[in-house]
């Protein structure tokens, strides 16, 4: 059997094809919520079959760039550059974290493609397409599916190949024409050996477990899954980061917005980066559980106390400690880091934020409360992860050792 090494870890070249599907903001509850009502019998099929569901958890700050980068390099933030979907570089400059140019380590898929072996990256938001087919690897973006070709596999219409129109990125059912182009593409090319399917989080934002446009979502999502396992792929099922509601009683948002606290308080601060920031501001209106901070030394004991006294925050630390403990890059990141609690979201200035652009209630994500994750695999993980991922130690950025290295066969 032939492995590859990325990022110093081995990855067995898998002699079928082998499918890891990111659902962004795909809450472990979403799926305990529907097994639970029986809305999801592929799923629950598949488990029943030697198929397993365990609990991972996810890079912090809960936010989809980190985490679909560390999902396809194996590696964390610190390793392979992209801390966040957006952050403040040494020059003082603002940048969304969607450029390869930020990227300091190989894809797994890059790799493989080097080698000859045939991949494929599938994304909804084409955000993260030209990271994901960085180094040579076939991606396509739902959001740009129109008018684009996979001349790898030899398609010049990926609408024609899926066989219908794509729907726009902020329609609620987006995520499946993504599942459809990797469907399409698995019975196009048999040759395909890893596909990476990445999802968008607008029904998770949207909607809590059991409402019904999650409702629709999971169906559909299980139906698509139900076609996948039927092609006799092993399939990977995990998640960027999870979700958690973040208003009040009345339904109003929740916020802190850290900018105006530390001014009242005559704090001065050089900027607040919301890493969440991203083209999508229709999602989450840019409003997070993370906060960076970036402020002169002489600043940040007063800038901590002030912080430390608001109801709902609750860790602050300086960039060496964010650093380590989260495992970011130290240049990428702010003098503070600033989580807050499940219920509570972090902005910048009110007058910066416009939360009726929001599709519904704020639901979000960023903080510590966000990193539980799905790992859901059809086929039982054994070996040397096994006892880990039944502690629930693993992490989303595990997925394809589990996938490629370490599944036994059908039950
Ligand atoms: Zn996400
Ligand atoms: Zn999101």
Redesign the pocket.
């Known amino acids: 059997m032939k492995t590859i090494t990325v990022n110093d870890r081995p990855y067995t070249v898998p002699d079928h094809p082998v499918v890891v599907i990111t659902v ?2 795909g809450d472990p509850r979403y799926f305990h919520d529907a097994l639970d009502r029986g809305t999801m019998p592929r799923l629950r099929r598949m488990l029943d079959n030697g198929g397993e569901f365990g609990i991972g958890r996810s890079e912090i700050p809960s ?2 760039n980190p ?1 679909n980068i560390s999902i396809v390099t194996g590696v964390s933030p610190a390793l392979h550059g992209i801390p966040g979907n957006y952050c403040r570089l040494p020059d003082g400059s603002l940048e969304l974290l969607n450029d390869p140019k930020y990227l300091r380590a190989p894809s797994i898929h890059a790799a493989f493609a080097a080698q000859e072996v045939p991949t494929l990256t599938v994304t909804t938001k084409d955000k993260l397409r030209l990271l994901l087919g960085h180094g040579g690897v076939p991606s396509v973006s739902v959001e740009r599916a129109a008018g684009s070709a996979l001349p790898r596999y030899g398609v010049s219409d990926v609408e024609q190949l899926v066989g219908a129109a794509a729907p726009d990125v902020y329609d609620p059912l987006a995520s499946h024409y993504a599942m459809r182009i990797g469907l399409a593409a698995l019975r196009h090319a048999p040759d395909l050996r890893l596909l990476y399917v990445s999802l968008t ?1 607008r029904v998770q934002h949207a909607s809590a477990p059991g409402e019904e446009l999650s409702d629709l979502f999971l169906t559909e999502f299980d139906t698509l899954l139900g076609e996948y396992l039927d092609t006799g792929c092993t399939v990977a099922i995990t998640a ?2 999870g979700m958690n509601a973040k208003h009040d009683e009345h339904g109003d948002p929740r916020v802190h917005y850290l900018m105006d606290v530390l001014t009242e308080r005559r704090v001065p601060v050089d900027e607040v980066v919301l890493p969440i920031t991203d083209p999508y501001v229709r999602h989450h209106g840019a409003l997070g559980g993370f906060a960076w901070l970036h402020l002169a030394p002489e600043h940040r004991t007063a800038a901590r106390e002030v912080l430390a006294a608001l109801p709902g925050i609750e860790e602050i630390w300086d960039r060496a400690d964010a650093a380590t403990s989260y495992e970011l890059p130290a240049d990428r990141i702010g003098d503070l880091a600033v989580t807050a609690s499940a219920s509570t979201a972090l902005g910048r200035t009110a007058a910066d934020h416009d939360l009726s652009q929001l599709h519904g209630k704020l639901r979000s ?1 960023g903080s510590r409360h966000e990193q539980f994750v799905p790992l859901i695999l059809n086929r039982p993980v054994r070996g040397p992860l096994a006892a880990r991922f039944a502690a629930g130690t693993l992490r989303n950025r595990d997925i394809h050792d589990l996938a490629l290295n370490h599944l036994g066969s059908f039950g």
């Open positions: 962004d903001g936010l989809t985490n989080d960027d980061h994500h």
